[in-house]
């Protein structure tokens, strides 16, 4: 999805849900790079949460260590600093389970 769909989208759930919508924004911790953008709010199916990754293309994955038993191995990754990766992932809140389980967007429509 296209950071002009992901603002597209935040500004229908706030004209349409106003108050109700929470929204947080951090940056993701080590060993994950990126942000991620976060809005929870109640919908037409329900308390629903939307998250929107943003990450760096990957370049290069090196490895460094010895064939020695017992010694490390570390994995250095290369990331791109202009080229990136948008995704988004739907929740839905399911009561009997107390937790958010995620849906399936399939036909545009909702489903889990």
Do not use: C
Not at 9 to 26: A, S, Y
């Amino acid at each position: 999805m296209s950071p002009e769909k992901w603002e597209q989208i935040k500004g229908q759930i706030q004209d349409v849900f106003g108050d109700g919508v929470e929204q947080t924004q951090e940056v993701l911790a080590e060993p994950e790079v990126g942000e991620k953008e976060t809005i929870i709010f109640n919908g037409p199916l329900g308390r629903m949460k939307l998250e929107y990754y943003t990450r760096p293309i990957v370049l290069d994955k090196r490895t460094h260590g010895s064939r020695r038993i017992g010694s490390q191995t570390a994995v250095e990754y290369i990331y791109s600093a202009d080229q990136f990766s948008h995704s988004l992932k739907v929740y839905q809140w399911d009561d009997s389970q107390d937790n958010w389980v995620e849906a399936e967007l399939s036909s545009g429509v909702f489903s889990i």
